[in-house]
């Protein structure tokens, strides 16, 4: 198993549209999550990090359940520039060990 | 303007040779990072540092070698031992951990 897990998509929804998805992770230790985007051919950029009250930024919204190991974002009122590859990253507390997902994939249609 | 700087863009040689890859920071970053992205994959860790002249192998470590001489440097070299050399290779840095920021990645295509 995966320490860290995304459905790979595609998801492919209508513009406006609010759309979904989880990450979940393996290893309780976890300390820290993040939400990174990457466009095609090009690096990632940070999104959103992920606080365990859950955090909003605009249209984003990331949360992080513990119990059941796995953070979730959530985009609003999705745009078409919002098309992309969505990384989620998990850091350990020993603070070298950082693991990516293997990214689950967005597209927004007109 | 702060940020991550890796050269080249692209890069092409012929199977057998080493390659060297450049990234610089001036994020004033202790820790960097270097990443391997094959298509449709996730990023793969190759080599990291959190200080000046340490660092430690990641998941794929084989076939490539760092230094870090420098705070602001952290060189990658594909050596000939590497298999399958082409790929997209990201540099990364930050504070060990926090979160990351990345170069612009340099394409490296091996025939």
């Known amino acids: 198993r995966k320490e860290v897990e995304q459905d790979p998509g595609p998801f492919n929804v209508p513009e406006g549209a609010t759309v979904a998805f989880n990450c979940t992770y393996s290893?309780?230790?976890?300390?820290?999550f993040f939400w990174y985007r990457q466009d095609c051919r090009k690096e990632p950029k940070l999104l959103m990090s992920v606080y365990s009250s859950g955090n909003e930024d605009g249209r984003f919204t990331a949360q992080l359940n513990r119990a059941s190991q796995y953070i979730s974002l959530l985009i609003r009122d999705s745009k078409l520039s919002d098309s992309a590859t969505y990384l989620c990253?998990?850091?350990?507390?020993?603070?070298?060990?950082?693991?990516f997902g293997s990214g689950t994939r967005l597209s927004i249609r007109p | 303007d702060g940020g991550i700087t890796q050269s080249p863009k692209y890069l092409f040689r012929k199977e057998g040779q080493n390659v060297t890859l450049s990234c610089e920071q001036n994020l004033n970053h202790d820790a960097m990072y270097w990443y391997r992205q094959d298509p449709g994959q996730g990023l793969r860790l190759i080599y990291y540092?959190?200080?000046?002249?340490?660092?430690q192998k990641g998941d794929i470590a084989e076939g490539y070698s760092v230094s870090r001489e420098k705070k602001e440097s952290f060189p990658l070299t594909v050596t000939s031992a590497q298999k399958n050399p082409t790929a997209f290779y990201l540099c990364?840095?930050?504070?060990?951990?926090?979160?990351?920021?990345f170069g612009p990645g340099t394409r490296l295509t091996v025939t």
């Open positions: 990364a840095s930050g504070a060990p951990g926090y979160e990351q920021y």
């Open positions: 540092s959190q200080i000046v002249n340490d660092f």
């Open positions: 290893n309780s230790a976890s300390q820290s």
């Open positions: 990253v998990v850091l350990y507390s020993s603070a070298s060990k950082i693991i």
